[in-house]
């Protein structure tokens, strides 16, 4: 599987952003998109999650309530839209892809990952 991240970019707190991740290869409804972030000088953390089949999502505390993750399964591709954005929001976002029952925030259980795309948010 490989995936292809998008739409990072510079905004002010308060915008949004939508981060994409397409997926090409092998795939499989029983996959999961799982989004992670990593902020500089700090460890990676998990942000949201998608089931491919079912499309239940799941979210890191940092995310609920801003963030809504949503696939398009036709297109191979899960949607991270970010609401509200803080400064401590910045950090590089990546997509990785599983197949997984219960270790959706976990890393290790994500062997495909995509090349990151940067997000900032400015104060």
């Known amino acids: 599987v490989q995936l292809q991240a998008s739409g990072g970019g510079l905004v002010q707190a308060g915008a949004s952003l939508r981060l994409s991740c397409a997926a090409s290869?092998?795939?499989?409804?029983?996959?999961?998109t799982g989004w992670f972030r990593q902020a500089p000088g700090k460890e990676r953390e998990f942000v949201a999650a998608?089931?491919?089949?079912?499309?239940?999502?799941y979210f890191g505390d940092s995310a609920k309530g801003r963030f809504t993750i949503s696939r398009e399964n036709g297109k191979n591709t899960v949607y991270l839209q970010m609401d509200s954005l803080k400064p401590e929001d910045t950090a590089v976002y990546y997509c990785?892809?599983?197949?997984?029952?219960?270790?959706?925030?976990?890393?290790?259980?994500?062997?495909?990952w995509g090349q990151g795309t940067l997000v900032t948010v400015s104060s």
């Open positions: 290869g092998r795939t499989s409804g029983r996959y999961v």
């Open positions: 998608i089931r491919w089949g079912s499309g239940s999502p």
């Open positions: 990785a892809v599983g197949d997984t029952n219960w270790g959706i925030a976990r890393q290790s259980e994500y062997p495909y």
